[in-house]
């Protein structure tokens, strides 16, 4: 199973390893990260492997949710399945 994570905010130092972090403690494998910063804005979207997370996904997405509050950042968490079915046509 897979997810997608989104990371949008003001640049700052330490984003990417806060929620590396995160994702570390709880046994979530990144699968693909694309990051771009336009002028001081930052944006981040992961896919992610969460087979063997050691917490079900509403707490994670719940712990990184907090993560985005305290980074001043909005942090989204889509299951794979959810994300492929609002982009089906």
Do not use: P, W
Not at 9 to 20: L, P, V
Not at 50 to 64: G, M, P, R, S, W
């Amino acid at each position: 199973m897979r997810a997608v994570i989104t990371v949008v905010g003001k640049d700052r130092t330490g984003i990417i390893a806060r929620i590396s972090e995160t994702l570390y403690k709880h046994e979530v494998n990144i699968v693909d990260i694309s990051q771009n910063v336009m002028e001081d804005m930052f944006a981040m979207v992961m896919l992610v492997n969460i087979d063997k997370c050691t917490v079900d996904f509403t707490q994670l997405a719940d712990i990184l949710d907090k993560d985005g509050e305290a980074l001043g950042m909005k942090i989204h968490t889509m299951h794979e399945d959810i994300f492929d079915a609002m982009h089906k046509i």
